[in-house]
């Protein structure tokens, strides 16, 4: 199983307030957004990523997956890890 990425506190976990933004958007796209969070409540979104810190798609996760369990969607974030391959030059 790959390793689940924790969103705490730290990563504004509990600062994920709907409400909040609701100043900053029209009735009319806070209610199409509620809807869609309903839309999706029986889905599962898992995020896959090489990082759980330092890169672009680490910081927007880290801020975007508390909004969307605060809309009630079922969403998380896993590593994935490749295996490294040397490329040793052949001989000719």
Avoid at 29 to 44: C, F, G, P, T, Y
Avoid at 51 to 61: H, I, K, N, Q, R
């Amino acid at each position: 199983m790959l390793p689940k990425i924790s969103v705490s506190r730290r990563c504004g976990a509990m600062l994920a307030n709907v409400q909040r933004y609701r100043m900053l958007i029209s009735d009319e796209l806070s209610e199409e957004l509620m809807q869609i969070a309903q839309e999706l409540k029986d889905v599962r979104i898992c995020h896959l990523n090489s990082t759980a810190f330092g890169g672009g798609v680490a910081e927007l996760l880290s801020r975007y997956l508390p909004m969307l369990q605060a809309l009630g969607i079922s969403a998380d974030w896993r590593l994935i890890h490749g295996h490294w391959v040397s490329s040793k030059p052949t001989a000719w």
